[in-house]
């Protein structure tokens, strides 16, 4: 067996190893996009909570409204800062598996590389030793 064909068993490791990566890098990316949406629909509410708040209380507002909007907004923005701490982790996980696959990637870059050196080297080995044979041929038909 050549020593190309020896190394196909494991270059389709590391194949299989970077789509896997890649899904979870995918996975990820997803992720991420959906915290920070969820971020966003938060602020936006918020935003409008804020505005409504504003609105009621230039109109006039008891102590009991003012002291629930109040707490309301506070929670509001206590679930802000919870979700961008989310978000800053999910996008850090995101960071990690984008590397991982580009390691992977590499690595499977470098594996088929190889490979095709070698099948090249082998090729070219099997070239010379048919051109061998080849003129050795001839050679014999000559003398005969």
């Known amino acids: 067996m050549t020593a190309s064909k020896r ?3 494991v270059k389709r490791i590391a194949e299989s190893r970077e789509r896997k990566a890649a899904k979870r890098f995918g996975d990820s990316k997803r992720h991420v996009h959906e915290q920070e949406a969820k971020l966003e629909e938060l602020k936006r ?3 409008e909570y804020l505005e409504r708040f504003q609105e ?4 006039g507002i008891s102590t009991a409204q003012l002291i629930e909007y109040r707490a309301f907004l506070e929670k509001l923005e206590l679930a802000i800062r919870e979700q961008t701490r989310i978000v800053e982790l999910s996008q850090n996980e ?3 598996r ?3 696959w580009q ?3 590499v690595r499977t870059q470098v594996l088929g590389k190889a490979v095709d050196r070698m099948r090249s080297a ?3 080995v099997e070239e010379g030793r048919e051109q061998k044979e080849l003129d050795d041929r001839n050679q014999r038909n000559r003398r005969n």
């Open 7 to 9: 190394l196909l068993p």
């Open 45 to 47: 509410y918020h935003q």
């Open 56 to 59: 009621t209380s230039r109109n």
């Open 94 to 96: 995101c960071t990690s």
């Open 98 to 100: 984008k590397q991982e």
């Open 103 to 105: 390691k992977k990637h």
């Open 122 to 124: 082998e090729q070219k």
